[in-house]
């Protein structure tokens, strides 16, 4: 009996990520309707302003700023500002003599990005959006035009598809491209096809100065992107899909740092779960429907636990159990399939899936350090990426 409960338990702990699964898979396969642009005479009058927060970037900062002016001489309204922030390395002047605007931020009592994007927005008045792109990062051609004309339409907040830099270097950057395919194109073009805020990434997104005066920035934890996105969407405010932008950023080749920035991510998800998710509840109790989106995001597990837990509830559950499971687990094999269809997948990208055992046997192995990054005093810690 108690293993029948158990595999009872493991089915209802995935049921709410498998059904807000299943229905953001739905939408984003949907065919995409197209936007009528209204303010496109006034596009060329927004200042805008790419920031790039970089720490001890110095080594691949320089290709991100040549693909970034390639895309700014081009357009006289648009400059790019480095954030270098607690910089113990020459990021600030490998920016200078690019010839790109430097801020210089020194607080070691207040590290990450948060902090860093914060004292930017304050610093920078005369600019009426923020582009913020990371600095280990490629834009492709067209971003930044996509990204003006979104915002002069009246977004308050922009993001644009997010992927791998290089991503048939090697096996583990294909692998991390299909993960980010379902995670930053699926999920977001989803939520927008939903007429829902489709949430912030963290790199290539925007923010009105509209959209600052009304929420600042005040999200420091180690997922800020999404705590801040937490507080746009309380406020009524929606991030709009760019869909036909994207960046691609680096990510860390060695299994240690990639180990290190997994743990950060979803320990801080879970860490925002626990401080928010309570509250985001009572509000949808109260009526406040959009607050459902944010609170069924953190209570989706990362999907190599989802999956583990399925295959836990198909094993040992009941037959009504087994189905649910079954059931689910066809919603996630969808959920990739449709991923792999949104980035134009190659032959690589298939070839890469048969490592997915191994990478969630690796993911489940650090359910120490990820429970160790969601405590309350967890610090920020840059993971190491390949130099470009």
Not at 229 to 248: F, K, T
Not at 358 to 369: D, E, G, P, S, T
Request: with cysteine; charged share 20%.
């Amino acid at each position: 009996m108690w293993i029948e409960t158990l595999g009872a338990t493991a089915l209802a702990l995935t049921l709410p990520g498998s059904i807000y699964l299943a229905t953001l898979t739905a939408a984003a396969a949907w065919p995409a309707r197209r936007r009528t642009v209204h303010a496109a005479g006034s596009a060329l009058e927004l200042r805008l302003v790419i920031l790039v927060p970089a720490h001890n970037e110095s080594l691949g900062l320089l290709r991100t700023l040549r693909r970034l002016q390639h895309e700014v001489n081009a357009d006289a309204m648009t400059r790019i500002v480095v954030v270098a922030d607690n910089c113990s390395d020459d990021t600030a002047e490998v920016a200078v003599a690019a010839g790109v605007a430097v801020l210089e931020r020194n607080d070691a009592a207040h590290r990450g990005k948060g902090h860093a994007l914060r004292y930017a927005f304050d610093a920078l008045e005369n600019a009426d959006g923020f582009i913020v792109v990371d600095a280990d990062t490629d834009v492709e051609p067209g971003f930044l035009r996509a990204m003006r004309t979104a915002l002069a339409d009246g977004a308050d907040a922009l993001q644009c598809r997010y992927g791998v830099r290089d991503p048939l270097a090697h096996r583990r950057a294909t692998l991390a491209d299909v993960a980010l395919g379902a995670w930053n194109v699926l999920r977001p073009r989803g939520r927008a096809a939903l007429g829902l805020s489709c949430g912030i990434l963290g790199n290539g997104f925007a923010l009105s100065r509209r959209a600052l005066q009304a929420v600042p920035y005040s999200a420091d934890s180690i997922v800020e992107d999404v705590e801040y996105h937490h507080l746009l969407v309380r406020a009524g405010l929606r991030v709009q899909w760019v869909d036909s932008a994207q960046v691609r950023g680096d990510m860390p080749v060695a299994s240690s740092a990639a180990a290190q920035q997994r743990a950060r991510w979803e320990g801080g998800r879970l860490r925002l779960l626990s401080s928010q998710g309570p509250a985001l509840a009572a509000r949808v109790l109260t009526g406040q429907w959009r607050q459902a989106d944010p609170l069924l995001d953190l209570l989706l597990l990362p999907l190599a636990w989802h999956l583990s837990l399925l295959l836990l509830a198909l094993a040992l559950g009941a037959a009504p159990v087994q189905i649910a499971a079954g059931a689910g687990l066809a919603v996630v094999a969808l959920h990739v399939v449709v991923a792999l269809w949104l980035i134009q997948a190659g032959r690589e990208h298939f070839r890469a899936l048969l490592g997915a055992p191994a990478y969630v046997i690796w993911k489940l192995r650090l359910a120490a350090a990820t429970w160790r990054a969601a405590g309350r005093h967890a610090p920020w810690v840059r993971s190491a990426r390949r130099p470009s």
